[in-house]
């Protein structure tokens, strides 16, 4: 039996197809690259990581999200970044292939041009009153989750007999701190500072809750987007704020039906962040936080035409559906050291951990709810300030397909980071140990 696609060409009938693709071609395409591994011949430059990682994205993303159980839970997102790391720990890849990846990665600093896609695109194709509203709502649920998040993880800990002083200081505070790079790196400084020794030996205290954190915070919103599957006067699918104007609901602007240039698009994205980067060395914050203050900005002063705004909306659109399984897998293989975690695995750490996170999305639900926001949006951006930092809000987005709160979710990881890591690093001066 054969049947005609759009072209006319004729395509057997039976054949696994991944949208449209027959499922040997990408197959065949990621094990050629795996094996181009063995023999050292895996590009170490842009190339080489792209082909790794779009590889096998493409592959573990679906897969995730039909596997029983797992699809309900974080599906393709939490495969694509548990699976390369568990295959890491196993010693599944080549140094070849991770060599390639870490270029892509660290070097080229892949995950930063998708967060700025992902931020400057969705700012601005969203109107200015929904922009606002969002920006002015997310701060009480953030900081009522954080509150009662503590406690909740400083009662769990020490009720499996943790002190207090190691509740809050090698539990809590590493999963609220803001990622590996902006939390725990800063928060080991702060400890060597204040306790003595080497940051090195914090950083392996460190890391385990922070990654258990982003674990749950992932798990967590998958659950949240099968909620809102179920209940959707409680999902606004990526709109914080219930508007009563149906004309104020988030999309691109419309502006013609000109082909989207995406050049254009790559442009405004990335000239933003080089600006932000600029200005970096001025105003003394992190370029990825200024990058969604220059969002904001230009679009609340209309400092781009329309037919800009559309262009980088569309690169937005390219990135949001088709490269953020392959950018998990590479944050999968790098960013998520499972050696780390098997050392200090119990119930009580694991559940101290887990208390920090539910207790964080259930707050921003709670308080989303009392102040005109979409729960489940809400509790999604809050439940961002476990993760991570951009590496989480990528895995937590992806995870509850939420893709355009990432402005929202950065600033709820960027400035809650920030201040839990300033307030650990006078507080662990002052409490005795």
């Known amino acids: 039996m054969s049947l005609t696609d759009r072209t006319g060409r004729t395509l057997r009938r039976g054949l696994p197809r991944l949208d449209g693709v027959p499922l040997l071609v990408p197959v065949a395409l990621t094990a050629v690259v795996l094996v181009a591994g063995v023999f050292d011949a895996v590009p170490e430059n842009m190339i080489g ?15 995730g999200n039909r596997l029983p159980v797992i699809s309900r839970i974080g599906g393709g997102a939490l495969v694509c970044l548990m699976g390369p790391s568990i295959l890491v720990y196993l010693g599944a890849f080549e140094q070849n292939t991770l060599d390639a990846v870490t270029v892509l990665m660290k070097q080229a600093n892949w995950l930063y041009f998708v967060i700025s896609t992902l931020v400057v695109g969705s700012i601005l194709g969203m109107s200015r009153q929904l922009m606002v509203g969002g920006l002015v709502r997310i701060f009480p649920p953030l900081i009522a989750g954080t509150a009662v998040a503590v406690a909740a993880g400083l009662g769990t800990a020490m009720a499996f007999g943790y002190d207090f002083h190691r509740a809050l200081f090698y539990i809590v505070v590493p999963i609220i701190g803001g990622g590996i790079g902006e939390g725990v790196i800063p928060l080991s400084s702060a400890y060597a500072s204040a306790l003595g020794g080497e940051p090195g030996s914090y950083v392996a205290e460190l890391i385990p809750a922070a990654i258990i954190g982003n674990i749950v915070a992932i798990i967590t919103a998958g659950a949240l987007r099968r909620l809102g599957d179920r209940r959707p006067a409680l999902d606004g699918g990526g709109q914080l704020v219930k508007s009563p104007d149906a004309a104020l609901v988030t999309r691109p602007p419309e502006v013609s039906d000109r082909e989207p240039n995406y050049a254009f698009g790559v442009l405004t994205i990335t000239g933003l962040f080089v600006f932000a980067t600029l200005l970096e060395h001025v105003v003394h ?19 781009f035409p ?13 990135i949001s559906r088709h490269f953020i399984y392959p950018t998990m897998v590479g944050l999968g293989m790098l960013y998520l050291p499972l050696v780390s975690v098997m050392g200090v695995l119990s119930p009580g750490y694991v559940l101290a951990c887990a208390a920090v996170v539910l207790t964080m999305a259930a707050t921003g639900f ?10 489940i949006d809400a509790a999604l951006v809050t439940v961002c300030h476990s993760g991570l930092g951009g590496t989480g809000d990528v ?3 992806s995870a509850s397909q939420r893709m355009n709160l990432m402005p929202f979710a950065q600033i709820s990881t960027r400035i809650g980071g920030v201040s839990t890591v300033i307030s650990a690093a006078w507080l662990i001066r002052v409490i005795p140990h």
């Open 285 to 303: 914050l992190p370029a990825p936080v200024l990058v969604i203050v220059l969002s904001v900005l230009c679009k609340l002063f209309g400092v």
């Open 366 to 375: 709670v308080v989303g709810r009392v102040i005109a926001m979409y729960p």
């Open 395 to 397: 895995a937590i987005l």
């Open 306 to 318: 329309a037919v800009a705004e559309t262009d980088a909306r569309a690169v937005y659109n390219i």
């Open 49 to 63: 990581g792209l082909a790794v990682i779009v590889g096998l994205g493409t592959l573990l993303g679906p897969l």
